[in-house]
């Protein structure tokens, strides 16, 4: 691919030394400004500290004109975070400027960023002035900025919508009143990547120095869910900062996400020729951190720290994965701070996966109890969402253990309604024999027990009952465990299903059926 403008190729660029990307966290400021997410004070110097753990370059820790109480957090954060250079975000205006001021005093590195809109439609419908009044007032207030500032960020706000000569004119004028870092936004997020790159590659032909001399920054939005994409094309064609936030989260539809972009560099750096400082270890605590503080959830198919980035349910999958992590996986999940890939047991998942995770579980069973937990855990698969470890030692302990059934389920049917004797037909088969009967009883389970004893015609008194759930949520498997009391003889029986009635006459059947394996397998006669 050519650069379109053909001062340099994809070919040049791979030939030379490898580039610093700085990485810009906006996540105390932009990342703020998202509804429902504000930070306290404590909050923002928290987020502050584990974004110095993971080594941005620089954070915008907020915009000091919005209240006092903003002030006296980025002086907070100024005081004991020292690593990264400290930002602060302000209007064309002295007041602005100043506020900045006394935020940052405290910062042992700090920079102003300020930012004039400059396309048509903000210049005449938001500020309603001419374009020399637009370079006029960014003149006036970097050079009003650069008697307290000498790392001065200019943003020309809707960069991507602004006419390129004009844009050219304010980014001329920003340098030549002090400005040391140009920053190119895509404010609502409207370009596409082809058409961000040029401008990028329009903008550093024009003015020699970006990139170079004078920093070059992007800073693009999501509103078509093009922000990752537009901030790499850029980087591609020069640009030496990227600004960002963690999990994305921003205005509107949010921003560039921090760990997309660092992930993409880090996993394609054969073919980008760049590098970040950060420290990839820090993104899944850095990631769960914000999403807690702010209370902003990370989606579960999120790239890189989405719940299900790392996870695997399909057979398929989970087979490449086991044998070859890269099969499916193009990051290493320890990486990112994660303990390893996530093998979900589903409906979808194979054998293989399966008998892995026993492993793991410490199971090992011979082929011919491997298959008869596996057909147990595809029938429970289909009963419930997501299939747990515990889940896997329920029905692994039941199918193992399991006595051969002389008594074996059909259905049950139950009728319980607030206010009338609840009542249930249980229907059985017993060696190809069908037996069915119906009875109430104090309650379900009650009546569930008095129809099982008509059918079979096998006294039996329930001394203990108990239920507990195996795992947690409302498709939870339970697990019944009962004592019955059986020709004066106590016998216990247990039984998991994710319908607690199901389990429960599962149950008294295991007990049945162990006092029929007992009498050596006689026919289902009374004991």
């Avoid at 920093?215 to 960002?244: I, P």
């Avoid at 008194?461 to 004592?483: F, H, M, P, R, W």
């Amino acid at each position: 691919m050519n650069c379109p403008y053909g001062h340099f190729s994809m070919r040049d660029m791979m030939k030379r030394k490898k580039r610093k990307i700085y990485i810009f966290d906006t996540t105390l400021r932009d990342g703020e400004q998202c509804p429902g997410a504000s930070l306290t004070a404590d909050e923002k110097l928290q987020v502050a500290r584990q974004l110095e753990r993971l080594g941005v370059d620089i954070i915008e820790a907020g915009f000091p004109a919005a209240s006092p109480g903003e002030i006296e957090a980025i002086q907070a954060i100024s005081k004991e975070v020292t690593k990264p250079v400290i930002c602060a975000l302000a209007r064309m205006v002295s007041q602005d400027i100043d506020a900045a001021r006394e935020a940052l005093k405290y910062a042992k590195k700090k920079r102003l960023h300020v930012f004039l809109a400059t396309s048509k439609i903000h210049r005449e419908f938001k500020l309603k002035k001419r374009k020399s009044e637009i370079l006029k007032l960014a003149q006036q207030q970097i050079k009003y900025a650069g008697q307290w500032f000498k790392d001065i960020q200019f943003s020309p706000e809707d960069a991507s919508r602004t006419e390129r000569e004009f844009l050219a004119d304010a980014v001329w004028a920003a340098i030549d009143s002090g400005a040391t870092t140009i920053n190119i936004p895509d404010t609502v997020g409207y370009a596409l990547p082809k058409e961000f790159g040029e401008l990028i590659a329009w903008l550093i032909k024009k003015i020699p120095g970006l990139g170079k001399k004078i920093s070059l920054a992007v800073h693009c939005h999501n509103d078509l869910g093009l922000a990752v994409a537009n901030s790499l094309q850029a980087v591609m064609f020069g640009a030496n900062q990227v600004e960002c936030t963690m999990n994305g989260i921003g205005e509107r539809a949010g921003n560039a996400s921090m760990e997309e972009i660092v992930m993409a560099i880090d996993t394609r750096r054969d073919l980008m020729n760049v590098y970040t400082d950060i420290k990839v270890n820090q993104i899944i605590k850095s990631s769960r951190l914000v999403s807690h503080l702010t209370g902003l959830a990370v989606q579960p198919n999120k790239a890189i720290v989405g719940r299900n980035a790392f996870a695997h349910e399909s057979g398929i999958h989970q087979d490449g994965v086991l044998k070859k992590r890269q099969t499916y996986e193009i990051i290493d999940p320890k990486r990112i701070g994660l303990s390893g890939s996530e093998m979900v047991m589903g409906k979808h998942s194979g054998r293989h996966a399966f008998r892995e995770r026993l492993v793991k579980l410490g199971i090992v069973l011979n082929s011919e109890d491997l298959n008869r937990a596996f057909e147990r855990f595809k029938r429970l698969c289909d009963q419930k969402k997501y299939v747990f470890d515990q889940d896997i030692e329920a029905i692994v302990e039941e199918e193992v253990s399991k006595i051969p059934e002389t008594w074996k389920l059909e259905y049950t049917k139950i009728s319980s309604e607030t206010g009338v004797v609840p009542s249930a037909t249980v229907r059985l088969s017993c060696r190809g024999e069908i037996k069915e009967a119906s009875s109430e009883g104090d309650g379900p389970v009650d009546a569930c027990y008095k129809a099982i004893e008509k059918a079979t015609g096998i006294e039996a008194t329930l001394v203990n009952y108990s239920i507990q759930s195996v795992t947690s949520g409302k498709d939870a498997l339970g697990e019944v465990n009962i004592k019955m009391l059986v020709n004066g003889k106590e016998i216990g029986g247990r039984a998991t299903s994710t319908d607690v009635i199901e389990a429960s006459v599962k149950a008294y059947l295991f007990v049945l059926n162990k006092v029929q394996m007992h009498q050596g397998g006689k026919s289902g006669l009374p004991i």
